[in-house]
């Protein structure tokens, strides 16, 4: 499978506990994405890497929330002592670069999102 | 004001009904417009690409109105697949999610 993929699928964790989400995105992609959907919503925009660099935060992305993609490849989002409202969809989605342009056809792909349930 | 708006839904529309969602956006920098389509706890998948000329595919049409900010998709002939939420994209910086209107094609 050469799509987007996120591990795992689904965590339950009890607040205060550190989480970390790992995506693998489309292999010729170099830009990542990290959206937060919760139920009713559309994705939220967090934060966005061009190969390895993290160009923009979302003010959503509480000091609590760190992402990394250290090698410009996978990318890791950890949650640092998780609270009851952090329960969510978290997805990741990968785009080439120039992505946008209109007429362009290219856009944003997502993993399956990884579910959190904080208790 | 948010900068991705849709139409709130639910849109409950028998089989073979044309169902027509709008959606406006804020940032009048914004590139590009796609429609996506979201199954219940699934990722969301891309439907189509907006064009400035409007673009059909299929039973899907998409209209794209830079002056008023707007942005359509209609479904002709819906079937009972076509239920799901469907999101409007924007890009200008990155890619902004409205929130959704939800379909549901009844028999």
């Known amino acids: 499978d050469t799509g987007v993929s996120q591990d795992p699928r689904h965590k339950i964790t009890k607040r205060g506990q550190n989480v970390t989400f790992r995506c693998d995105p489309i292999s010729e992609h170099n830009r990542l994405y990290w959206y937060r959907q919760t139920l009713g919503q559309g994705p939220e925009f967090l934060t966005y890497f061009q190969n390895e660099a993290q160009l923009e935060k979302s003010r959503l992305l509480s000091d609590r929330f760190s992402a990394e993609r250290p090698k410009g490849s996978f990318s890791t989002l950890e949650i640092q002592r998780t609270e009851q409202g952090d329960s969510a969809m978290y997805l990741c989605?990968?785009?080439?670069?120039?992505?946008?342009?209109?007429?362009?056809?290219?856009?944003?792909?997502f993993g399956e999102g990884s579910w959190l349930t904080v208790v | 004001r948010k900068e991705v708006e849709q139409d709130p839904g639910p849109f409950n529309v028998p089989e073979g009904a044309t169902v027509a969602f709008n959606c406006t956006y804020s940032?009048?920098?914004?590139?590009?417009f796609f429609w996506y389509r979201q199954d219940c706890r699934k990722e969301p998948k891309l439907l189509m690409s907006v064009y400035s000329s409007g673009n059909e595919d299929g039973r899907f049409t998409a209209q794209l109105n830079r002056a008023s900010q707007y942005i359509s998709l209609l479904i002709r002939d819906s079937k009972l697949s076509d239920s799901a939420t469907y999101l409007c994209?924007?890009?200008?910086?990155?890619?902004?999610f409205g929130p959704g209107t939800r379909l549901s094609v009844l028999p």
């Open positions: 940032n009048s920098a914004s590139q590009s």
């Open positions: 994209v924007v890009y200008g910086q990155n890619f902004v």
């Open positions: 989605a990968s785009s080439l670069r120039g992505t946008g342009a209109l007429g362009s056809g290219n856009t944003i792909y």
